[in-house]
Structure formats: C-alpha cells, structure tokens
C-alpha cells in the first residue's frame, strides 16, 4: 500500500542553524501538508500546498519557514534559522483531490539545542 | 485555539469491552470529522471519518455518531482489543478552501488485557 514517507527521522541541530525536512507524497495525490506536534501538545496545521503554491498558512508558518515542491516527487520543509521552540515532531500528509483523507508521514523529530 | 477538543485525556478499558472517545467542536461551520489513530514515533493513522449529512458511520469495529446540534461526535470501538491501545485524535474540516485539519488534543486509549 502506498504510504507517505519523511526523512529524516530524527534531526538534532543548533539554535540557528538551518534544518530541510523532506517528505515524498504518495505518487498520485496533488495536495500537501506539514503540521507539527509539540511535545505533549495536539497536532497543528502549519502549511498547505497545492499547484506548486502555498494555499494557506497558519500563524506558526512565519518568514523562517519556507515550503517547496523541487521536483515531482519531494515536498520539503525549511526552516531558516531553528529556534529552541521549534522543537517537535514534523509530519507531512498529502492527499489525492478535493474531499480525499489525508494521509500522515510517520513524522521527523526535530531537536533544537 | 480551542475549536476542538478531547477533553479526557485517557481511557482505561477492559479488553472485549466497549471503548467510547469523545470530542466536542466549536466551529459550527466544519462539515467533516474524522479520527486519528496514532502509535509513539509514528504518524497518525486515518481510522473512520464522517459528513455532517450524515450522523452515524459505521467500519468493522468502529462507529463514528454526530451530533451537529450538540456540536459533539464519539467513537466507539467494540469489542475493544489490546491492539486499540493508542492516542486518538479527532479532526475537523471544512471541505471547502484548503481542507486543513484541526485536531483535538488526543485521547490515550489503554485496553487491558
């Protein structure tokens, strides 16, 4: 069965410090997502993206992140310059058209020292 | 941000018993719930989701009842398994724009053998 993949699964960097989380969408599907979960906190939107664009972007989504789609298969995720409260887990979902389930990545845990 | 919430945050069960998580919404405009199962270190599972057209969707072992007046829905599992033991989320959507998902804080589910 066709999953969602990230990678990497851990990721431990400095304060400061620039960090890509990468993520392969299930191969047919057009629209994609990160969220993250806090430790301990629910799940939060942070991006969607469809059409080689960003649809809508949550408050947590500011200037240090950015989303991109470099070819037909990645979707990734960077933030500029890590902060320590960017510490979570990442997961990625993508989804195949409009009223489809989304479907979760098994997630990379950032550690931000 | 409170739109929805889980507000037990666990669940003790006996295992071939009936297990029964809750969530209540507050954004009367969502038209799409669904949950979430989710093991430690991994993604979220899609389990079971519903159309506010509807007020009760059934799969196996789990059944999914809406309440739209009462701005409620549960999910119940029966007979509950030791394998059920997880975090559950329940997500809120609306099918239109980006069809982001809000997710309620979780709720961990403990069958006991």
């Known amino acids: 069965e066709p999953e969602v993949t990230q990678t990497p699964s851990h990721q431990v960097t400095q304060m400061g410090q620039e960090v890509i989380l990468r993520c392969v969408p299930i191969?047919?599907?057009?629209?994609f997502y990160w969220y993250r979960q806090i430790l301990g906190q629910k799940v939060e939107f942070l991006v969607s993206f469809y059409n080689n664009e960003i649809s809508e972007k949550s408050e947590i989504f500011d200037d240090q992140f950015s989303v991109e789609r470099p070819d037909g298969s990645n979707f990734t995720l960077k933030i500029r310059s890590t902060k320590l409260e960017d510490s979570a887990m990442y997961f990625c979902a993508s989804r195949r058209g409009q009223l489809e389930t989304q479907y979760f990545g098994p997630g990379t845990r950032l550690l931000v020292l | 941000d409170q739109q929805v919430k889980q507000n037990s945050p666990s669940l003790s069960v006996q295992e071939g018993r009936i297990s029964i998580l809750n969530c209540d919404y507050t954004?009367?405009?969502?038209?799409?719930f669904l949950w979430y199962k989710k093991y430690p270190a991994e993604g979220p599972t899609f389990l079971i989701s519903?159309?506010?057209?509807?007020d009760k969707n059934e799969d196996g072992r789990f059944t999914v009842f809406l309440n739209k007046s009462a701005k409620h829905l549960s999910l119940h599992i029966v007979p509950s398994q030791p394998g059920d033991s997880a975090v559950y989320f329940c997500?809120?959507?609306?099918?239109?724009?980006?069809?982001?998902?809000?997710f309620g804080t979780g709720t961990r589910l403990k069958v006991l053998a």
């Open positions: 191969s047919n599907h057009l629209y």
């Open positions: 519903i159309s506010s057209i509807k």
């Open positions: 954004n009367s405009m969502f038209d799409y």
């Open positions: 997500a809120a959507s609306l099918t239109s724009g980006t069809y982001k998902y809000i």
